[in-house]
């Protein structure tokens, strides 16, 4: 079932087409990641898949209906949106903030419910950080707080994520957290759209890529019809080496053209 799509997107800003013509189907179970030069429009398309950025032309689809057919409340009960290096300058304690993810379930001046208090207990622990539950989110290094806006997010236990870089900045460690937190809510049934950079997670976590230069698709499909020499050079502008192992695609771009 197809949980999120644009039609043939394209969006006008200051008389430049940053999107042209964009199509891309977001089904329950899956997960894409959405890659491409810094530029491709990969940040933009997101934002208007959520609803954000209205497109000049084409459609946007949320279960089937069209976007402008929801209300801002519905509509953000559907959405989780995990924007870009994401600021954080609440003084709030990180379990406050966590608890900001069930609001689009509650009536103004509500007090939490007990499964609005699951919904946040659980998104902590996905996100390993219940001992930081009484720390206040502005203290919190980079890495922490990213954690922190993931687990808003999942608090809300949205239907779509919608999640722009949210493995940059973190180590290794973390990114891998976060990519396979994002895999378990897939296949749970989410939607999930990921913005990419490192090309070797995107092959290994997600079953299809799209590929962006422009504000146009270069390619979509498996990662191994994406990830080809010559993609990389079109979208890029490198020379990749490609090793297919037992474990998957692996991408070391290697030198500049």
């Known amino acids: 079932m197809s949980l999120i799509e644009a039609r043939k997107v394209s969006l006008q800003i200051d008389q430049t087409w940053v999107l042209r013509e964009l199509s891309v189907c977001v089904s329950a179970g899956e997960m ?33 209906k069209p976007m ?13 949106y995990l924007p870009q290096s994401g600021q954080v300058h609440w003084p709030l304690t990180v379990e406050r903030a966590v608890t900001l993810g069930r609001t689009p ?8 419910s007990s499964q609005d208090s699951q919904a946040v207990q659980t998104a902590l622990c996905e996100t390993e950080i219940q001992s930081l539950a009484h720390r206040r989110v502005d203290t919190l290094a980079g890495g ?10 999942l608090a809300g236990e949205p239907a779509i994520i919608l999640a722009d870089e949210p493995v940059a900045g973190l180590d290794p460690n973390h990114q891998l957290q976060v990519m396979q937190l994002l895999v378990d ?6 939607a999930v759209l990921v913005v990419m950079h490192d090309l070797s997670l995107a092959a290994r976590f997600c079953k299809k890529l799209l590929l962006l230069k422009k504000g146009q698709c ?7 019809e994406v990830l080809t020499a010559e993609n990389l050079r079109k979208g890029y ?11 998957g695609l692996e991408v070391l771009p290697w030198r500049r053209l």
């Not at 379930?105 to 939490?112: E, F, G, K, R, Y």
């Not at 270069?218 to 191994?224: H, I, M, N, V, Y």
């Open 105 to 112: 379930h509650q009536s103004p001046w509500q007090i939490a």
């Open 68 to 80: 402008t057919g929801w209300t801002l409340q519905k509509r953000a009960r559907q959405i989780g």
């Open 185 to 190: 809510r897939a296949k749970k049934g989410c």
């Open 218 to 224: 270069l390619s979509q499909g498996t990662p191994e």
């Open 32 to 64: 894409i990641g959405l890659i491409g030069p810094n530029g491709a429009g990969k940040s933009t398309l997101i934002k208007t898949l959520g609803g954000f950025l209205k497109p000049s032309a084409g459609e946007v689809l949320l279960q089937d």
């Open 237 to 247: 502008s490198v020379e990749a080496r490609l090793t297919h192992g037992p474990e």
């Open 144 to 153: 922490e707080k990213a954690l922190v806006l993931l687990a808003r997010v």
